[in-house]
């Protein structure tokens, strides 16, 4: 079963609190609010949230400053990883589900507990999963990752298996989504469908893969990037085949390939 955690927030700016709040709204993390001239009963609480600069301790409970522009959809799974390295420095068993597709979803489950699930872009994939790797420090990590659809299934494994395929601690697999029994989500978690997938895909076992597997980008994914570059320019621009299939790999987001393409077209003018 998910574990929840109690945070107490204790400011005087409501648009902060509002902020953290609806943050908070599908995650483990579970909010109440005190003013700042207001006592907290630390004991109840497994973190403390303040705007106040000048707080360390209430009780040797842990404290964490914010400003409200460091109120990010990442600080979820950083309060996580603070409040269960304090109750318990290393877990036995780390998996990470990844479900492919135009938005990646991505969680991590620890011993059984749900304690992070996100989207996530295939630029910043790796990042993401060596974030986890320090948030939820384990004796063994598994990484599983959907097989469907079959051509980012093996881009993402491919990318995941040249950053963490050489660490013994962990195993990477590709699980089949279509033939595989999943294992229910708790009724009381919510989370989008990527995020709910990554979460299923975490639950079921998969195939071990030792190497890289042989990997091809079809060309209707090149003509879908291509599309999608168009949508997103306005109709302005269309990336060319190469860009298109970097951005398939997860060498450069799409965002940055439309603007080196503008680059060319304008260096063309200037000539």
Avoid at 46 to 68: A, G, W, Y
Avoid at 74 to 81: A, D, Q, S
Avoid at 185 to 207: L, M, N, Q, Y
């Amino acid at each position: 079963m998910p574990v929840n955690y109690r945070i107490a927030i204790q400011t005087d700016d409501m648009r902060f609190y509002h902020k953290i709040s609806k943050l908070f709204k599908d995650s483990p993390l579970i909010a109440n609010f005190f003013a700042l001239n207001q006592s907290i009963p630390s004991q109840k609480y497994d973190l403390i949230i303040t705007t106040q600069e000048s707080m360390n301790h209430i009780n040797d409970s842990p404290i964490l400053q914010l400003r409200f522009e460091q109120i990010q959809p990442h600080l979820v799974t950083n309060i996580i990883g603070i409040i269960v390295r304090k109750k318990e420095p290393r877990f036995r068993l780390l998996i990470v589900g990844v479900d492919p597709g135009k938005h990646i979803g991505l969680a991590a489950i620890c011993d059984g507990m749900i304690l992070a699930a996100e989207r996530s872009r295939l630029l910043q994939l790796t990042n993401k999963i060596e974030e986890y790797l320090i948030l939820f420090p384990s004796e063994k990590v598994v990484i599983r990752i959907g097989d469907q659809p079959t051509s980012i299934s093996k881009v993402v494994f491919n990318k995941l298996f040249t950053v963490f395929g050489n660490q013994e601690s962990i195993k990477l697999e590709i699980v089949q989504e279509a033939y595989s029994s999943s294992k229910k989500i708790p009724p009381d978690v919510s989370f989008g469908p990527d995020e709910t997938a990554a979460i299923t895909i975490a639950h079921r076992s998969g195939k071990t893969k030792k190497h890289l597997v042989r990997s091809m980008i079809p060309k209707g994914r090149i003509k879908e990037i291509k599309k999608w570059s168009r949508n997103l320019s306005n109709n302005r621009i269309t990336l060319d085949t190469e860009l298109a299939q970097s951005v398939a790999l997860g060498d450069i987001s799409i965002e940055e390939a439309i603007k080196q393409k503008e680059r060319q077209l304008e260096a063309k003018k200037n000539d």
